[in-house]
């Protein structure tokens, strides 16, 4: 799920961006101190939405740099347990898909691809044995999010399934629930 999020930070301006307006500054220093940032709490975040409040600059002896007390709003992806999610196969292994969610990747093991005996074939293809349903890299795809860990903060791991009913790859979807392409589950 994306939030936007409401932020108070004191932020450092150092002195080689005393030459752009404070804004600019402080949106700068930002985005680099936030962006990328991964937490228990706010998610991923992607970027800053906007700055809200500006206090007036402080200077600390020994620093040189200016430090103003901020108040901003980030852009946040915080995948939900539960959540129904678009997604694309990045990456196959023979024990399941790497799945791109955006900002983040999420796995999905082999046996939570479809409702079949699957098998991983030597073209990074994930083939149902009765179905003849087939995942490939570049596959757009709709999965539950079942899993979230935030054990490791800088990697994040999520666990995906495609086994319940309007899951899987588009495709598959629209042909179980007689959709045609352009519906309104694409």
Known sequence: MFYKTLIEDHIRVPPNQFS?????????????QYEGYISK???????????????DGIIIPEDGAAFYKT?????????????VVLCQVKDMADFG??????????????S???????SFSKDKVLLGKESKKSLKIGDKCRAR????????????????????????????IQKDSGEK??????
Do not use: C
């Open 97 to 110: 898909a790497f799945m791109s969610l955006g900002p983040i990747e999420g796995m999905i093991h082999i």
């Open 41 to 55: 709490d706010m998610g991923v975040v992607i970027d800053v939405s906007s700055i809200e409040d500006i206090s």
């Open 20 to 32: 752009k307006p404070v804004k600019e500054a402080l949106l700068f220093q930002i985005k680099k």
């Open 145 to 172: 999010i079942i899993a979230v860990s935030y054990k490791d903060p800088t990697n994040p791991k999520f666990g995906l399934t495609m086994r319940q009913p309007s899951l899987g790859r588009i495709d598959w």
């Open 71 to 83: 108040k901003f709003i980030l852009l946040t992806y915080k995948p939900e347990l539960q959540e």
């Open 181 to 186: 392409k352009g519906g309104k589950n694409n």
């Open 112 to 118: 939570q691809t479809m409702d079949d005996f699957v």
